[in-house]
């Protein structure tokens, strides 16, 4: 008897994911500096007394260490995270794998899903986007597939619904 071996999921997310991550990531970091940036300033504004001059003389690298980790972080990270998730829906499981240094492969039951999200927050619009989230009852039974095209997510939450229903048994 052979053992059956985990293989990557078939399907990868929409190549359009990589760009909306990186913009996603860019924002980000903007948010960020421009906090690190208000913070130096009203550090080197005030001098207060308690804070050590070394600190107010350098509160400058801040921002700009960590503009120089967001912009590296939002250019690399999304090309990384495309070439690794892949899902894929058989007609008896959702599969998916995630994970950039640590991997996670998840298999949920068609039989076991309880609800199925299909959502679209205001980046993934712009980019013609969607996020597919299938539950179940099981604390980690939870599988999420982003940057997925807007109209598979939605053929998808659609096909599944129908597929659960058919397939419900008692769960107990």
Known sequence: ???????????????RAVLMWTVSGLVGAAVG???????ALLLGFTRWSWVPAPVVDRAWWAPVC?????????????????????????????YTRVGWLSRAWQLVPVSRIQTVDHTQGWLERMFGL????????????????????????????EQLAVRAGELRDDAT
């Open 1 to 15: 008897m052979t053992t059956p071996r985990l293989r990557p999921p078939q399907h990868r997310v929409a190549p």
């Open 33 to 39: 500096i421009a906090v690190l940036v208000g913070a």
């Open 66 to 94: 960590y503009g120089v980790y967001g912009v590296a972080r939002a250019v690399i990270a999304p090309r990384w995270r495309y070439r690794v998730h892949r899902w894929e829906v058989t007609a008896d499981v959702v």
């Open 130 to 157: 969607a996020t597919l989230e299938v539950r179940t009852a099981s604390h980690a039974g939870s599988s999420k597939i982003e940057g997925l095209r807007a109209e598979v997510a939605r053929e998808l939450s």
